[in-house]
């Protein structure tokens, strides 16, 4: 099941099968088809998992075993890859709130959002070499971006799974949050980040605006209700 709550300018997709841990099976990607299909007018994206055992544990191999044929495999691939391609794509910001373990296709749903914030004691880890397959929905090139070519293809080409703190300090995972405050912490982010100012700023982050589209998106912004009201606040505080 995928459940979508919409959050004052949040949208957030929880993955919710205990069942199997969260595994992505083909009646998953058509719940996650529509949610994102839902989500056009919120300014920032959270894709979770139900439970606090797994963000998403991978493919549902259960379902997947059924798949023998090379035809069917690539059909597969490329359907769970556009699927991770609208996350990346989606114009806010998008966090992965990784409450429980993200291995092998979990990890790539993961690395398909801006930010990651995991639950402090959660693994996560590209598994998919030790069933002697590979990253497919994408994952393996956000990997690279994120810790560099080496680390990614020792991490991706080894299946090595690693702490929340590891995957921190090499740039996988942005902040870690003790597990009582995990559900609080993303988000308290989430909302910080729904404004149309980190909009704009993820827009151009993304790279290929001029200095003309640059400044005309600050301008617009500069004469918006939120920055005059902003403006008010802190020049009523030196006031006093």
């Excluded at 099941?1 to 990607?29: C, K, Q």
């Excluded at 291995?103 to 995991?118: C, F, M, Q, S």
């Excluded at 909009?199 to 400044?215: F, I, L, N, P, Q």
């Amino acid at each position: 099941m995928v459940e979508l709550e919409l959050d004052d300018g949040v949208a957030i997709i929880t993955i919710n099968r205990p069942e199997s841990r969260n595994a992505i099976a083909p009646d998953t990607m058509d719940g996650l088809e529509k949610a994102l299909d839902d989500v056009a007018d919120a300014r920032a994206l959270v894709i979770t998992g139900g439970g606090d055992r797994a963000f998403v544990s991978g493919g549902d191999l259960r379902e997947l075993a059924k798949m023998r044929t090379e035809d069917e495999a690539y059909a597969f691939a490329v359907r769970m890859r556009a699927i991770c391609d609208r996350i990346a794509a989606f114009p806010g910001p998008s966090i992965a709130a990784l409450n429980g373990h993200a291995l092998g296709g979990g990890a790539e749903v993961a690395v398909a959002a801006d930010i990651r914030v995991a639950a402090d004691g959660v693994l996560i880890g590209f598994t998919q070499a030790t069933l002697a397959v590979m990253p497919a929905w994408g994952g393996a090139e956000r990997l690279a971006e994120l810790v560099g070519r080496g680390r990614a293809l020792m991490l991706a080409g080894t299946g090595r799974v690693l702490g929340a703190a590891d995957a921190e300090r090499l740039g996988l995972v942005d902040t870690v949050l003790p597990r009582e405050s995990f559900d609080e912490g993303w988000r308290s982010l989430a909302k910080s980040l729904a404004t149309a100012a980190a909009v704009e700023t993820k827009h151009v982050m993304k790279g290929g605006s001029s200095t003309d589209d640059v400044a005309r998106r600050f301008a617009r912004l500069w004469v918006a209700d939120d920055h005059w009201a902003a403006v008010d606040g802190v020049l009523n505080r030196a006031k006093k």
